[in-house]
């Protein structure tokens, strides 16, 4: 159970975040109350770990968006007017964490196996994010579903400089959200949730190429659904 002082730190920590984002230009003011209703359900449900595993792939997020944004502003390929994120991009990152929180506070779930799968989550969101931002650098991109060569930042578009970084991002992610929601060294449960950020990357770009390109699908659908995928994956493999 969270102490009351726990709770304060969680809404100081939420609001300033949030109030820093926004001025930045790092979120709208929409995305900015999002995320601040996102990370108090995370660092009241979850703890103050989960909350800071998902701010820092959060400011992970930012960079790799602001990374070169007038080549991807010359490309047509930028996050927003000038990769500034709004709810939907809040909400597409944030929904699948915050529902694996409340789960396993309603539900008294505690110990090693939950952390593990809402790292899983939040590695898919990790690579994924690092994979389209990095990516659409790239001069070769190709289909995921043909392997023909693409322009960069279409849906389904892959590259070996975009899954590079997706490997690094969800590795990194996997390693510190060991350190700070679990408290210990890394053990080799922690290539669980690396491989199902890995994983999930491919599965949001296949969507992508596919239901999402036919109109079946939008973006946030796309990645609350690989985000899923990733956690539910990994909670087979831990019974």
Do not use: H
């Not at 090693?112 to 790239?138: F, H, K, N, R």
């Not at 199902?196 to 973006?219: N, R, V």
């Amino acid at each position: 159970m969270i102490t009351i002082e726990q709770m304060v730190t969680v809404l100081l920590l939420c609001a300033a975040l949030s109030i820093l984002s926004w001025k930045l230009g790092l979120l709208t003011l929409d995305g900015s109350l999002a995320s601040f209703a996102v990370g108090m359900v995370l660092g009241i449900c979850g703890g103050i770990g989960w909350l800071l595993l998902l701010v820092l792939f959060a400011f992970i997020g930012f960079a790799v968006t602001k990374y070169k944004m007038e080549q991807k502003v010359r490309r047509k390929v930028q996050e927003g007017r000038n990769g500034e994120r709004g709810y939907r991009n809040v909400l597409a990152n944030g929904a699948v964490p915050m529902a694996i929180a409340l789960f396993t506070f309603l539900a008294g779930w505690e110990g090693q196996v939950p952390s593990l799968i809402y790292m899983s989550a939040v590695c898919v969101a990790a690579a994924d994010t690092t994979a389209s931002e990095l990516g659409v650098l790239s001069d070769r991109t190709y289909m995921i579903t043909t392997f023909k060569r693409v322009p960069a930042g279409v849906d389904g578009g892959v590259s070996l400089y975009g899954t590079a970084w997706a490997v690094a991002a969800s590795a990194f992610a996997a390693l510190v959200g060991w350190v700070v929601i679990l408290g210990s060294v890394p053990g080799p449960l922690v290539l669980i949730p690396a491989a199902m950020g890995i994983l999930g990357c491919f599965i949001d770009s296949l969507i992508g190429a596919t239901l999402e390109t036919q109109g079946l699908i939008t973006k946030l659908w796309n990645n609350i659904t690989s985000m899923a995928f990733g956690a539910i994956v990994a909670l087979i493999m831990l019974f």
